[in-house]
């Protein structure tokens, strides 16, 4: 069995989201609200969320000081989702994040959406989301984006027609 040093992986969230997956679910995205890009990132994700013809919030403030805009959506800095998922429910707004598959299966989202008054609902991405990263705010020279896991748009309040679509 082969092994895996992790002493030299270094955890961070510097992950941009590609214009690709927001044009995926931009029918499902409410056009009459104003949308609050919550996660600032390096400032694409909303210049993309807004060239999809929607009214966006993105400025760099902190998400849990903050409560802007009808509807949240991001890609979240995954290393802290359970505080974020935890703040989100808080304000019980509508939202869409872009996390993990396997956050599905963790007990906090148990906990946080299981009340059944308003499930989550889950879209499901063709493929893999193939995400940008960056180290000290640029991309890595010899980077290949190769995401190597399934992530979800876990909705909440979005008012879905069905729990699970799955993107074509």
Not at 25 to 54: A, N, Q
Not at 122 to 132: E, G, L, V, W
Request: include cysteine; charged fraction near 25%.
């Amino acid at each position: 069995m082969a092994s895996f040093n992790t002493k030299t992986f270094i955890k961070h969230d510097d992950y941009m989201t590609p214009k690709s997956a927001w044009e995926a679910i931009k029918d499902y995205i409410p056009k009459d609200k104003v949308i609050w890009e919550c996660f600032y990132g390096d400032g694409t994700s909303g210049t993309h969320i807004e060239e999809l013809g929607l009214n966006v919030i993105h400025r760099e403030v902190d998400f849990f000081e903050n409560n802007l805009g009808e509807v949240l959506i991001s890609n979240p800095p995954y290393s802290i989702k359970k505080q974020i998922f935890t703040r989100l429910r808080e304000i019980n707004k509508p939202f869409i994040m872009i996390c993990p598959s396997s956050c599905i299966n963790t007990q906090y989202m148990r906990k946080l959406f299981s009340d059944g008054e308003n499930p989550l609902q889950i879209i499901i991405p063709r493929k893999r989301i193939q995400f940008i990263k960056l180290v000290d705010g640029e991309i890595p020279k010899d980077y290949k984006s190769a995401c190597n896991f399934d992530c979800f748009y876990y909705c909440y309040k979005i008012n879905l027609e069905k729990d699970i679509i799955w993107l074509k």
